[in-house]
């Protein structure tokens, strides 16, 4: 077999999906999950013999993702506010040309996340 052969995309993905797939690899991995199992459980374990913990990660929780929430909408202001000035900056004869195709992208993007998100 010539030496370029063992280079070839299929090769190089069989060999590195053999190494993926070793025996230790396995092992170790399978000990992981049944260690992060155990860890799981004891700390499941210990919110449930206290409320207030409880509660308090529950409120942690909430306050994060109020907080993306709120970094998500300043995202989006910021983005509208650089598209208005993006189409200040044109001349005259683009404005609306540049206006169009900005409102086009900016509504695929928030489709792409509202998509992602429900």
């Known amino acids: 077999m010539p030496a370029d052969a063992e280079n070839s995309p299929i ?6 999906s053999k190494q993926l797939f070793t025996p230790e690899k396995l092992v170790a991995d399978v000990a992981m999950d049944l260690i992060k199992d155990e860890v ?9 013999l206290d409320p207030q ?5 529950k409120d942690s929780v909430k306050e994060l ?14 983005t509208a ?3 208005r000035l993006g189409i200040v900056a044109v ?8 206006a169009r195709e900005m409102a086009s992208l900016v509504g695929r993007e928030i489709g792409a996340v509202m998509e992602k998100a429900l």
């Not at 993702?65 to 910021?78: D, I, P, W």
């Open 40 to 48: 799981r459980h004891h700390l499941e374990e210990k919110i449930k």
């Open 91 to 98: 001349p005259e004869e683009m404005k609306v040309r540049f």
């Open 81 to 83: 506010t650089i598209a």
């Open 65 to 78: 993702l109020e907080a993306r929430a709120l970094e998500y909408s300043a995202l989006l202001r910021l």
């Open 11 to 16: 090769d190089l993905l069989i060999n590195s």
């Open 53 to 57: 913990l409880a509660q308090d990660i």
